[in-house]
């Protein structure tokens, strides 16, 4: 059974750091691009950046670019999300997906994890 | 970046009626290369992660119910629920993953009448 298990929110001070991990199992973890959608209180998907399965290519949204950065170690079979000069407007339900085998959409979610970044 | 705009933001339906949500995308995203519609629905539920329903835009995924289906092609697309169910109380989303970044639309909202 695939599973994806999203850790590492909490509550961080504007400017601060938080690095979100997202553990996988059940599937060939490096056969698959891996993705970060984010989902801030009572509003809507927003994707936030995406690796592909063997790390050598990375895509932010603008909103997170210079300030996030996606990694994955396929040897621990864990993607990871580290957050700096976090702002207000992070405060999210971080989640990880994953696409179906045929590839046409995000099959694969985990539970989230919530960032809140506040004073 | 490609605009989802969704048709509605909220949308009230009678139990055992027809449910129809639109999504229109900015540009195309049919790939033409393999004649796909990189566009994807999700239905979600409070306290939920984001469930897919349909892929390829007309794709049901396993598990799915056969009253959901989806339709359009290019630039405009539409989510069927032949037969609402209590059970089908949930924002929907569509989304292109065409090209990066991958949008969502707004979310519609839908309710029981």
């Known amino acids: 059974e695939v599973q994806l298990v999203e850790s590492g929110g909490g509550l961080v001070q504007p400017g601060g750091s938080l690095r979100l991990s997202c553990a996988a199992s059940g599937f060939t973890f490096s056969d698959y691009w891996m993705h970060w959608v984010r989902q801030a209180p009572g509003k809507g998907l927003v994707w936030v950046s995406l690796?592909?399965?063997?790390?050598?290519?990375?895509s932010y949204a603008d909103s997170v670019k210079g300030r996030f950065t996606i990694s994955r170690d396929n040897a621990k079979n864990t993607m990871y999300l580290q957050m700096n000069s976090l702002r207000a407007e992070d405060t999210a339900v971080y989640y990880c997906a994953r696409v179906v085998a045929q590839g046409g959409g995000w099959g694969y979610w985990g539970q989230g994890t919530l960032v809140t970044v506040s004073s | 970046d490609i605009v989802m705009t969704q048709s509605s933001d909220s949308l009230a339906v009678s139990l055992g009626e027809r449910a129809t949500i639109n999504c229109k995308s900015s540009?195309?995203?049919?790939?033409?290369?393999?004649?796909?519609?990189?566009l994807t629905w999700y239905q979600q539920k409070p306290g939920q992660p984001p469930k897919l329903l349909i892929y390829?835009?007309?794709t049901r995924e396993s598990g799915v119910p056969d009253r959901f289906s989806g339709s359009g092609s290019g630039t405009d697309f539409t989510l069927t629920i032949s037969s609402l169910q209590a059970e089908d109380v949930a924002v929907y989303y569509c989304q292109q993953h065409y090209s990066t970044p991958y949008t969502f639309g707004q979310g519609t909202r839908l309710e029981i009448k």
């Open positions: 540009q195309s995203v049919l790939y033409s290369s393999n004649n796909k519609n990189y």
């Open positions: 390829w835009a007309s």
């Open positions: 690796i592909y399965s063997d790390g050598s290519s990375t």
